[in-house]
């Protein structure tokens, strides 16, 4: 019999009620888990190599290009398309109908006739015709300010200025990737066993990083010059990201509860490492100091927001002086270290969090493994009511203490626009629509379900039957009791609910940087931001890039 593999000792897991509340959720950061970066390993461990076999693309900057890249056996290729959009068209609103540039990710090589189709269709996004072949599609604006500076600075024979990329980040603004089956295109059921797709939203990453590359040569084509290394990597692509995205964690709730026990089981992997090495602790000496400069080079025009960025650096002197000090050359050093923090920001302590796994690539890589949901939910029904009220207060005692007959408790409803098919908020108070109401205050459907088992007779069967309306807060107390870290465990129809918690957490795990909220529902982030450009796929770069800073840049 073939021997299994050592499982690597770990401390206890944080619990899921400390880690999965809004408040420590919107304080993540990438780490490497994050999906890009492990796609990122997965390119260079198989030698890939990013071609451009069509380049149609004229002296206005408008046509067509086509990259080509192999991944786990099969080839994938990107068909981007530039048109020419009139400045009064150019927003990053959903309602949007045209847009600088449109993307479709295609299964295998394009022809001409799958190219000629793509270009009539991809600009039109929702309203094109798309096949199977095609697995991604998305769109991107320009963001003019720095895109126009960086061509007329190569023209020039000049470098962009480091401040003003810094400021920005990206050249281009996605406002949507869309993957999954949406407008027609492929299901992931057609691609989900393939080598280096299987794991969560590998596709979709995939074609954000051949998006940024597309960028990169779209500016030096028009500016006739190189950028240089440094000004390419640092530019990344931006994302505007709203409340489309919210409801996908509580409506995964076994896929939040994978991501969150790969990302928790890391850091109690690195908890239980006894001593470190030299190397290990130099890795964490210089990306602490690589979190502190990434840290000056992040600032944003909220100022609620930048308060907190503020907080963190004036905390992150005291983590860099322990780092560089005695508390790493005793035992249990990362355990050490997050016990000494854990008085601070909550935003610095998921900081330390993300930090602390970085030297420990073997011992933690392969949990991406596991970052997939390819069964669902899989649970053994409890046998009477008296055991299903005892789970409701084991796994949803947080849900009990909620007071719903309080209007602020439950001051917002979820919905979905008729007009888009996207996620929205009402105030239940104030607005209409709260009878379109979707289902996403879990809590209140639990409380009211245990408050409805109270004297229950302890056939569940009969219970079910006679209260039907209390199954989708069954599944959710069954889907907890298997799947602890399934839940967010605060009210998401409270008025304090700040949806931008729920963006924050989602977009940490596909590795964004830079978050710079606009309001509590919607922020602009920067996504392969450091990432590794293809001739560096073979390099140390290709998986040093955890938090990414401009070289160069005056602090």
């Given at each position: 019999m073939?021997?299994l593999?050592?499982i690597?000792?770990?401390?206890p897991l ?10 420590r959720?919107g304080s993540m ?6 999906f890009?970066r ?7 461990q198989?030698?890939?190599?990013l071609?451009r076999p069509?380049?149609e693309?004229d002296?206005?900057g408008f046509?067509?290009a086509?990259?080509?890249?192999d ?9 981007a398309i ?6 009064h ?10 847009w ?6 295609f ?8 190219i000629?189709?793509i ?5 039109r996004?929702?309203a094109?015709?798309f096949?199977?072949k095609?697995l991604v599609?998305?769109?991107a604006n320009?963001?003019v300010?720095?895109?126009?500076h ?10 962009p ?5 810094n400021s920005v980040?990206?050249?281009m603004?996605?406002?949507a990737v869309?993957?999954n ?5 492929a299901d ?6 393939r080598p280096g797709?299987g ?6 990453m995939?074609?954000v990083?051949m998006?940024?590359n597309f960028t990169?040569?779209?500016?030096e084509?028009l500016?006739?010059?190189p950028?240089?290394?440094a000004?390419k ?16 964690l509580v409506?995964?709730?076994?896929l939040?509860?994978n991501?969150?026990?790969a990302?928790?089981?890391?850091i ?10 030299n ?6 000496q210089?990306l602490s100091?690589?979190?502190a400069?990434?840290l ?5 025009p ?17 983590v ?5 000090g005695?508390?790493l050359s ?8 997050m016990d000494k923090t854990?008085a601070?920001?909550?935003d610095t302590?998921e ?6 796994i970085?030297?420990f690539g ?8 596991c970052?997939?949901d390819p069964l669902?939910?899989r ?9 299903l009220?005892?789970?409701i ?13 309080g209007?602020?408790?439950t001051r917002l409803f ?7 098919l996207?996620?929205?908020?009402g ?9 379109l109401?979707s ?6 459907r ?5 408050s409805?088992?109270?004297g229950?007779?302890p ?8 209260h039907?309306q209390?199954?989708m807060?069954?599944?959710r107390?069954?889907c907890t009791a298997l799947h602890p870290?399934s839940?967010?465990?605060d009210?998401?129809i409270g008025?304090?609910c700040l949806?931008?918690d ?11 940087t830079?978050?710079?909220?606009k309001?509590d529902?919607?922020?602009?982030i ?12 073979q390099?140390?770069r ?7 800073v401009l070289e160069g840049?005056?602090?």
């Amino acid at each position: 019999m073939k021997d299994l593999p050592d499982i690597p000792e770990q401390a206890p897991l944080r619990p899921p009620s400390q880690v999965m509340r809004l408040s420590r959720m919107g304080s993540m950061f990438p780490t490497r888990l994050s999906f890009l970066r492990v796609l990122m390993r997965r390119l260079s461990q198989e030698g890939a190599t990013l071609t451009r076999p069509v380049w149609e693309i004229d002296q206005g900057g408008f046509g067509h290009a086509v990259y080509s890249i192999d991944l786990g056996g099969h080839t994938y290729s990107l068909v981007a398309i530039s048109t020419d959009l009139p400045d009064h068209l150019r927003t990053d609103r959903v309602i949007a109908t045209a847009w600088d540039t449109a993307y479709v990710l295609f299964d295998g090589t394009p022809d001409a006739d799958d190219i000629s189709r793509i270009i009539a269709n991809a600009p039109r996004q929702e309203a094109g015709r798309f096949t199977e072949k095609e697995l991604v599609l998305s769109r991107a604006n320009k963001s003019v300010r720095l895109f126009n500076h960086v061509v007329e600075q190569l023209r020039a024979g000049n470098q962009p200025d480091l401040t003003l990329v810094n400021s920005v980040g990206y050249l281009m603004r996605t406002t949507a990737v869309y993957g999954n089956g949406k407008f027609g295109i492929a299901d992931r059921g057609l691609i989900e066993d393939r080598p280096g797709l299987g794991g969560p939203f590998a596709a979709e990453m995939l074609t954000v990083w051949m998006i940024r590359n597309f960028t990169h040569d779209l500016a030096e084509f028009l500016g006739g010059a190189p950028l240089d290394d440094a000004v390419k990597r640092h530019l990344g692509i931006g994302n505007s990201t709203g409340l489309g995205m919210a409801p996908f964690l509580v409506s995964h709730p076994v896929l939040l509860h994978n991501w969150m026990i790969a990302r928790e089981t890391a850091i109690a992997r690195a908890c239980a490492v006894e001593r470190l090495t030299n190397q290990q602790t130099a890795t964490l000496q210089k990306l602490s100091s690589r979190a502190a400069r990434h840290l000056e080079q992040w600032n944003v025009p909220a100022d609620e927001h930048q308060a907190r960025i503020e907080t963190i650096r004036h905390e992150w002197s005291a983590v860099s002086e322990m780092i560089n000090g005695q508390v790493l050359s005793g035992p249990k050093p990362i355990a050490a270290l997050m016990d000494k923090t854990a008085a601070m920001s909550v935003d610095t302590q998921e900081l330390v969090a993300s930090l602390v796994i970085e030297p420990f690539g073997e011992l933690v890589d392969g949990l991406s493994e596991c970052m997939s949901d390819p069964l669902g939910l899989r649970a053994v029904p409890f046998q009477s009511t008296h055991e299903l009220k005892d789970a409701i207060e084991s796994g949803f005692d947080w849900a009990l203490e909620i007071d719903f007959d309080g209007q602020e408790n439950t001051r917002l409803f979820w919905y979905v626009s008729e007009e888009k098919l996207e996620p929205r908020l009402g105030d239940r108070h104030a607005e209409p629509g709260a009878e379109l109401e979707s289902p996403l205050d879990i809590a209140r459907r639990v409380q009211a379900l245990w408050s409805d088992l109270d004297g229950a007779d302890p056939d569940l069967r009969a219970f079910r039957q006679n209260h039907p309306q209390h199954e989708m807060a069954l599944n959710r107390v069954l889907c907890t009791a298997l799947h602890p870290y399934s839940e967010i465990r605060d009210n998401l129809i409270g008025a304090g609910c700040l949806p931008i918690d729920m963006l924050r957490c989602k977009l940490s795990f596909f590795g964004a940087t830079k978050f710079d909220p606009k309001s509590d529902r919607w922020t602009r982030i920067a996504l392969a931001q450091g990432a590794p450009l293809p001739h560096e796929l073979q390099t140390s770069r290709a998986d040093d890039w955890w938090l990414p800073v401009l070289e160069g840049l005056a602090s």
